[in-house]
């Protein structure tokens, strides 16, 4: 099991909140930076503003063109987040599990002994 890297300083996850808002942070990342707001009541008032700010930003530019579900809320989100993770950690399992077998199939085949 490999260890896991060093958390993520509130500051630096004040930093990462504009790209989680607008999409522009890769999964692995985003999932961080979610497990860091979960826990961190700062974080998240932060979190909160910021997007809150955005929203009225956007209603502001926009008006009648914003569609109503452009305006996840900030809960939702987090959760759309989460799920990714979860799901994109079922899908390596998965691979890592089908290789595995083929790699059994494969050695009881060509009469390959596993171990001792």
């Known amino acids: 099991m490999r260890k896991s890297k060093k ?9 990462k909140i504009k790209p989680y808002i607008t999409g522009e942070m890769e999964l692995p990342e985003a999932k961080e930076f979610v497990e860091h ?3 961190c009541k700062e974080c998240r008032e932060e979190l909160e503003a910021y997007y809150a700010f955005s929203a009225a930003l956007m209603q502001i530019d926009y008006k009648d ?10 809960e939702k989100r987090l959760e ?15 691979k890592w ?20």
Request: hydrophobic share 50%; proline share 0%.
């Open 7 to 15: 958390q993520l300083s509130c500051y630096e996850i004040r930093q």
């Open 65 to 74: 063109d914003v569609k109503g579900n452009f305006f996840l809320n900030i």
């Open 97 to 116: 599990v089908v290789y595995v077998g083929v790699a059994l199939f494969i050695a009881a085949a060509t009469g390959v002994s596993i171990g001792t």
């Open 80 to 94: 759309k987040t989460e799920a990714a993770a979860a799901k994109a950690k079922k899908e390596h399992l998965v």
């Open 37 to 39: 707001v979960r826990h």
